[in-house]
C-alpha cells in the first residue's frame, strides 16, 4: 500500500530540513564510530530542552484517547538516561508555534518520526557501550505499531485545505530542532 499524500508530501518536502538536522556532531560522531559518552549526555540535554516544553504544550491540547499522548510523553527518559533534575538542563526558547491543529499536526510528525532513528542510534550506542539509551529506545516494541497508529491518524486529519501548513510546521520543527542542537552552549 502506497503513502498517503500527506506522508508522501512530508517525506518529500521536509527532506532537506531532515537531512541538514541529521547532519549535527551528535550524529556525524555517531556515523563515525567516534561518540562518547559525554557527547551524548550533550545531546540528551539539548533534546530534552526541546522536548519537555514541546511535550507540556502537547499534553495541553487534550487530544482524544486515539492519539495515545501519555504514553507519547518522552522528555522523562531523558531525565532518566542523564540522572539530572530538570531544573538542571537547558530549554529551547525558540519552538515553532503550535497554536493551530496543523502546526501541531507538522511538528508531531517530527517528534514521532525521531523514535524510529532512536532505534538505530540505540543500536550504535550499545555497540560503543554507551548506556544512555532510554530516551532513544522510543517506545521499544512497540516503537513500529505507535508510528503506525500516527500516521493513520494524520492520514485522517490531513486535508487539502491544511496539507500546506502541516508541511510548513514540520518543516519548521526541523529547523528550530536543528537551531537548538547547533547552538554553541553559553
Partial sequence: MSPSPILQALRLETRPAHDALE???????????????AATKYFLAKMYGF???????????????????????RAHLILADLNQPAAALPICPDLPPLATWPQLLGAMYVVEGSTLGGQVITRQLTKQNIPLRLYFSGYGERTGPLWKAFCQLLSQEATPENEADIVASARL????LDAWLNQPPS
Avoid: D, H, M, S
Avoid at 547532519?23 to 562518547?36: D, E, P, R, S
Avoid at 522536548?51 to 510523553?73: D, H, M, S
Avoid at 520543527?173 to 528550530?176: D, H, P
Fill in 23 to 37: 547532519q549535527n556532531v551528535f550524529n556525524q560522531q555517531l556515523t563515525a564510530g567516534t561518540i562518547t559518552e
Fill in 51 to 73: 522536548l519537555a516544553p514541546f511535550e507540556a504544550r502537547l499534553k495541553a491540547q487534550n487530544l482524544g484517547p486515539e492519539w495515545e499522548t501519555a504514553t507519547r510523553q
Fill in 173 to 176: 520543527t526541523f529547523q528550530k
